[in-house]
């Protein structure tokens, strides 16, 4: 049953409006680090569907030369293109953020220091 807005706890239309905020932020600016979609040129046959609307939320696919290519900028990593090619050829490729890069890098320094 729809509440009365008139009745309705204040504190619960001040969450209500900040959550629908923050979804709007992460909608714009959130990208799963270290993720991101490739194309496997053998599969890919150019089809266009993955131009259109609705396949990439973020357009971040475009048609070159006959093959699909992913911006890497663009590409927000969320996988739902992984889902929707019709041949498969679209996949995911997965690299460790930068910062936890260094961090492996400076951790296996300091090992072999050791060693
Ligand atoms: S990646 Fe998939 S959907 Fe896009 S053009 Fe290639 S085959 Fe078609
Ligand atoms: S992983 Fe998401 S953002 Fe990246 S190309 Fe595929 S649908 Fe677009």
Not at 12 to 40: C, D, E, Q, T
Request: proline share 4%; net charge positive.
């Amino acid at each position: 049953m729809a509440i009365d807005p008139r009745y309705e706890n204040p504190v619960s239309v001040l969450g209500r409006s900040a959550l629908r905020r923050s979804w709007n932020i992460a909608g714009k600016y959130v990208k799963v680090p270290g993720v991101r979609a490739l194309v496997r040129q053998e599969r890919c046959t150019g089809c266009g569907a993955c131009v259109r609307k609705g396949f990439c939320r973020f357009g971040a696919i475009r048609i070159e030369e006959g093959r699909a290519v992913v911006d890497e900028q663009g590409c927000r990593g969320c996988t739902r293109c992984t889902h929707l090619c019709p041949k498969d050829a679209l996949t995911l490729e997965v690299r460790a953020p930068g910062a936890v890069r260094d961090t492996l890098r400076a951790l296996d320094k300091e090992i072999s220091r050791h060693l």
